[in-house]
Structures are given as C-alpha cells and as structure tokens.
Nanobody, 125 residues
Framework: QVQLVESGGGLVQPGGSLRLSCAATDSSLDYYAIGWFRQAPGKEREGVSCINQLEESADYANSVNGRFTIARDRAKAMVYLQMDSLTPEDAGIYYC??????????????????WGQGTQVAVSS
C-alpha cells in the first residue's frame, strides 16, 4: 500500500479559499486514482472529489461542484484540491485516498486501498 500525506489545511473565513495537497512518501502518486474525502464531527466520511490516473475524468460531490477543483501535478507527483467559496459546512478532516486504477475514480470510500492521516479544515469568522 502507498503511504499518503495530506497538507494545506487550516482556518479560513467563510468565502475564503484553501488548497490541499496529497503526496505519496515514495512519490508514486502518478500510478493511482486519487480521491478526496472529508469527515465532520459526528458524521460519516464522505467523498468530495476524485481524479483517475490518466486525468481523463474527475468527479465531484454535488455539495462542492463548481467550488472545488481537483488537479494533478505530475512534475511534483502531487494531487491538489483547490477549495473556493468555503462555507462552515465544508469544515472537517480532509483525507486523500489512493487505489491503483487507470480510467476510473470513485467517491465511494470502500473503493480505496490506501489513506492518509488527514488535514483539518476549519471555516469560521
């Protein structure tokens, strides 16, 4: 299993932006489909966005579509989640997840084999 590290979380005011990063400790992220998930206190972990290995497709939860953007940087072997127009409902721990797949990605957490430890996102004035 690949070891994942998330970064970029923090405290932001409503309407603000954050960019989360996901990296593999062995720089192998290019070989995996990547998903971003979040978990708020007392709630189940939910899929936010995903991107397949070939960058042919990406998917977004309805709640973030149009505000969040997922992207790969192959030169840096990173996957980013750009989050704009943040609301308090976006707060939680954000996790990246990986699974070997060329053409698919999924917002279902059971689809992924490897998970990072998470990064905290707080949205408050």
């Amino acid at each position: 299993q690949v070891q994942l590290v998330e970064s970029g979380g923090g405290l932001v005011q409503p309407g603000g932006s954050l960019r989360l990063s996901c990296a593999a400790t062995d720089s192998s992220l290019d070989y995996y489909a990547i998903g971003w998930f979040r978990q708020a206190p007392g709630k189940e972990r939910e899929g936010v966005s995903c991107i397949n290995q070939l960058e042919e497709s990406a998917d977004y939860a309805n709640s973030v579509n149009g505000r969040f953007t997922i992207a790969r940087d192959r030169a840096k072997a990173m996957v980013y989640l750009q989050m704009d127009s943040l609301t308090p409902e976006d707060a939680g721990i954000y996790y990246c997840a990986a699974t070997p797949s060329f053409r698919q990605c999924s917002l279902r957490r059971e689809w992924y084999k490897s998970w990072g430890q998470g990064t905290q996102v707080a949205v408050s004035s």
